[in-house]
């Protein structure tokens, strides 16, 4: 039963502290990316990464930062520097770069 | 600059009706579009794509259109069901560009 996971599904920061959003697939995707929404507005791409151990930066990077140290896992964490971090956070994955992604549950991140 | 618009923020059909949802882009580069519903707290799903090479795609209720002219594509749904209640938000992407641009959405309430 492959897909998407995110955990948790509920996150909440103290102010001036970094947290992680954890992403998993077991679909095999060489590609892997991290959205974020705001109430009102379409999905801005974060970060994204094509292969293992590279990635770009999305429209929204600053504040947020990423590693790709294995192929199944596309953590995202959101740091101090990020100072409207309360949104809902989604992660993707594609089969290859040109291909549909397909979206995890989200994470809903909450400042405290 | 939002390159991927759905002017209507809110849609509401009768059961049984067609649903038609709007797009519109502004980026000549894209060639690749696609239709994603999402229920709330949850991640989209991926519905129905269309290249630019096509002008209709068909998947079951689901149909999309493409007016490359005009820059402009739709999603009809018929006949609309209840389940059908969720906000869809259309998608694009240019030729060999990983990269998805979200519009922001259209919350579609089919009233029973």
């Known amino acids: 039963d492959g897909g998407i996971t995110q955990s948790p599904k509920y996150l909440f920061r103290k102010e001036g502290q970094n947290v992680t959003l954890s992403c998993e697939q077991n679909?095999?995707?060489?590609?892997m990316y991290w959205y974020r929404q705001d109430p009102g507005q379409g999905l801005r791409l974060i970060y994204y990464?094509?292969?293992?151990?590279?990635?770009q930066k999305g429209d929204i990077a600053e504040g947020y930062s990423v590693s790709r140290e294995k192929k199944e896992s596309f953590p995202l964490t959101v740091t101090s520097a990020q100072k409207n971090p309360t949104a809902f956070y989604l992660c993707?994955?594609?089969?290859?770069?040109?291909?549909?992604?397909?979206f995890g549950p989200g994470t809903r991140l909450l400042v405290l | 600059d939002q390159q991927v618009k759905q002017n209507s923020p809110s849609l509401s059909v009768q059961e049984g009706r067609i649903s038609i949802l709007n797009c519109d882009y502004t980026?000549?580069?894209?060639?690749?579009f696609l239709w994603y519903k999402k229920y709330p707290a949850e991640g989209p799903t991926f519905l129905i794509s269309?290249?630019?090479?096509?002008d209709k795609n068909e998947d079951g209720r689901f149909t999309v259109f493409l007016n490359k002219s005009a820059k402009h594509l739709s999603l009809h749904i018929v006949p609309s069901q209840p389940g059908d209640s969720a906000v869809y938000f259309c998608?694009?992407?240019?030729?060999?560009?990983?990269?998805?641009?979200f519009g922001t959405g259209t919350r579609l309430t089919i009233i029973p």
């Open positions: 993707a994955s594609s089969k290859g770069r040109e291909e549909t992604q397909y």
């Open positions: 679909l095999n995707h060489d590609a």
């Open positions: 990464s094509q292969i293992v151990n590279d990635f």
């Open positions: 980026n000549s580069m894209f060639d690749y």
């Open positions: 269309i290249s630019s090479i096509k």
């Open positions: 998608a694009a992407k240019g030729f060999g560009n990983e990269k998805l641009t």
